[in-house]
């Protein structure tokens, strides 16, 4: 029992470890594929980001839309 006891604690030391260094989201990285996905899924159905979002798995409209309004004020 003390065993499981312990491998309980460590799996929940993992998961609370996962976080970053407490810096914060600058900028959301975002793969290749997902950068041409939304792209091209902004061109068929615009500023629907909770459509775009439920294409990408893990990913939020808030997360998207944050990504493309980023981008297209760094473009300009």
Do not use: H
Not at 44 to 66: D, F, M, N, Y
């Amino acid at each position: 029992m003390a065993d499981s006891d312990l491998s309980s604690r460590d799996a929940t030391t993992s998961v609370d470890s996962r976080g970053d260094d407490g810096q914060g989201p600058k900028l959301l990285d975002f793969s290749e594929d997902e950068e041409t996905l939304i792209a091209r899924m902004y061109t068929l159905v615009g500023q629907r980001w909770s459509l775009i979002a439920g294409r990408i798995p893990g990913r939020t409209a808030e997360e998207i839309e944050k990504y493309w309004t980023s981008r297209c004020s760094n473009s300009e």
